[in-house]
């Protein structure tokens, strides 16, 4: 006998005793059960990541809201910025306006004085001259009388 031939009887004898101790079947068994965990796996992986693109869309979608908000916020930011702005160009025209018009009464005034200074001293200086041309001309009481005369007309004409 031969060495093939014990070497054939040995795996024979082997497989028989696998197969005995039924371990063709613990291993399909073992195959199957590492089969169905890895499509556990597989399924679960396939939820998470259903879950997490979900979760991008959420993301996704605040951060446009957010950007439309902040958008908004802007634009409106803008408008009260040129409104307030108009306010306070419009008020700037109404300071300068009244201060224009105060300038204006301050100059009517000083005018308005000025010529009564003016005509206040032309009038003491007519009365002046007058008084020393008629007491040049006009000798002694009635000078006096046509000085007094002429004083109270002028007084009555001014007033």
Not at 2 to 7: E, L, M, N, P, R
Not at 40 to 56: F, G, M, S, T, V
Not at 65 to 81: G, N, Q, S, T, Y
């Amino acid at each position: 006998m031969d060495a093939t031939f014990w070497v054939g009887a040995a795996f024979i004898l082997f497989a028989g005793i696998l197969f005995y101790f039924k371990v063709p079947g613990m291993m399909a068994k073992a195959l199957d059960e590492r089969a169905e965990k890895i499509s556990a796996d597989l399924e679960q992986a396939r939820q998470l990541r259903e879950e997490a693109q979900a979760l991008l869309a959420t993301y996704e979608r605040k951060q446009r809201d957010a950007l439309a908000e902040a958008e908004k916020i802007i634009a409106h930011a803008r408008e009260e910025a040129l409104r307030e702005a108009e306010i306070a160009a419009k008020k700037l025209d109404q300071s300068i306006a009244r201060r224009q018009q105060a300038a204006l009464d301050k100059i009517a005034l000083a005018e308005t004085q000025a010529e009564a200074e003016i005509r206040d001293a032309a009038i003491d200086i007519a009365i002046t001259a007058t008084s020393a041309i008629v007491a040049q001309q006009v000798k002694g009481d009635r000078a006096d009388a046509l000085i007094a005369v002429a004083t109270t007309d002028l007084d009555r004409y001014l007033n």
